[in-house]
């Protein structure tokens, strides 16, 4: 079994900084891509920033420059430092990873059960 469990998530201020954490835990082999997307109210799910094992790092253009990922492989978790934030930023954070599984020869994608983040005017 594995899971991912997001933090961080809250209510903010345009302008400010949030930071969120997910962690990976269970019958994890390998990890290659971590990641967050989010999804706005009545919109689609976006892909935010993704960060392969090896390989460049992601950006969607609306939040180049303000976002940062990066990931810790000792602790299988991955972060979203998010600056500059925006009302249009406001949506539900989800963490997702490509994980090899304990016993499996075979990568498959997990997700987090997703952390509001608000950004008020």
């Known amino acids: 079994q594995v899971q991912l469990v997001e933090s961080g998530g809250g209510l903010v201020q345009a302008g400010g900084s949030l930071r969120l954490s997910c962690v990976a835990s269970?019958?994890?082999?390998?990890?290659?891509?971590m990641g967050w997307y989010r999804q706005a109210p009545g919109k689609q799910r976006e892909l935010v920033a993704e960060?392969?094992?090896?390989?460049?790092?992601v950006y969607a253009g609306s939040v180049k420059g303000r976002f940062t990922i990066s990931r810790d492989n000792a602790k299988n978790t991955v972060y979203l430092q998010m600056s500059s934030l925006k009302p249009e930023d406001t949506a539900v954070y989800s963490c997702?990873?490509?994980?090899?599984?304990?016993?499996?020869?075979?990568?498959?994608?997990?997700w987090g059960q997703g952390t509001q983040v608000t950004v008020s005017s």
């Open positions: 997702n990873a490509v994980i090899r599984p304990t016993g499996s020869v075979y990568y498959r994608t997990y």
């Open positions: 269970g019958n994890i082999f390998s990890i290659n891509t």
């Open positions: 960060l392969p094992i090896s390989g460049p790092t």
